[in-house]
């Protein structure tokens, strides 16, 4: 349980899965992982797929705004690149939104989605690798 990623040679892109149930505490453990890598995987275009994500997860909008504001403080240390959030259910999908608003002013570009396809296209994955990516996520 907790959120996992791999970088997908073919795409270049980071892919994220949270699973199970998640706390604030967890959601910002990764933001610091992430933060400790290497340039190149900092700057990739990263998919944060929340499909099976725990509905009772207790990450709250507390949780997301100190997300937010942790990005925020590290701005001069993100490259600019695109996060696409797949959220299908209403609350991932409104907490994910809430994510995207408080970080509106940043140099990396957030979009949230019901479902992966679209947010692989928003990335501008080849139509090929976006649909076979589709099914791993």
Same mark, same amino acid.
């Given at each position: 349980?907790?959120?996992?990623?791999?970088?997908?040679?073919?795409?270049?892109?980071?892919?994220?899965?949270?699973?199970? #149930?998640?706390?604030?505490?967890?959601?910002?453990?990764?933001?610091? #992982?992430?933060?400790?890598?290497?340039?190149?995987?900092?700057?990739?275009?990263?998919?944060?797929?929340?499909?099976?994500?725990?509905?009772?997860?207790?990450?709250?909008?507390?949780?997301?705004? #100190?997300?937010?504001?942790?990005?925020?403080?590290?701005?001069?240390?993100?490259?600019?690149?695109?996060?696409?959030?797949?959220?299908?259910?209403?609350?991932?999908?409104?907490?994910?939104?809430?994510?995207?608003?408080? #970080?509106?002013?940043?140099?990396?570009?957030?979009?949230?989605?019901?479902?992966?396809?679209?947010?692989?296209?928003?990335?501008?994955?080849?139509?090929?690798?976006?649909?076979?990516?589709?099914?791993?996520?």
């Amino acid at each position: 349980m907790g959120i996992h990623y791999r970088i997908d040679e073919e795409s270049k892109l980071v892919l994220a899965a949270v699973v199970g #149930r998640v706390t604030n505490a967890d959601v910002l453990e990764y933001a610091k #992982r992430r933060l400790d890598e290497p340039d190149h995987l900092r700057a990739s275009h990263e998919v944060m797929d929340l499909r099976a994500i725990a509905l009772d997860s207790p990450v709250t909008s507390e949780g997301v705004r #100190r997300l937010a504001q942790f990005w925020g403080d590290r701005s001069g240390k993100i490259a600019g690149g695109r996060l696409a959030i797949i959220a299908p259910s209403d609350l991932s999908f409104g907490m994910s939104r809430m994510y995207e608003a408080l #970080r509106d002013d940043g140099p990396d570009s957030i979009r949230v989605f019901r479902e992966p396809l679209e947010a692989l296209r928003w990335l501008e994955v080849d139509e090929a690798v976006a649909r076979k990516l589709a099914d791993q996520i």
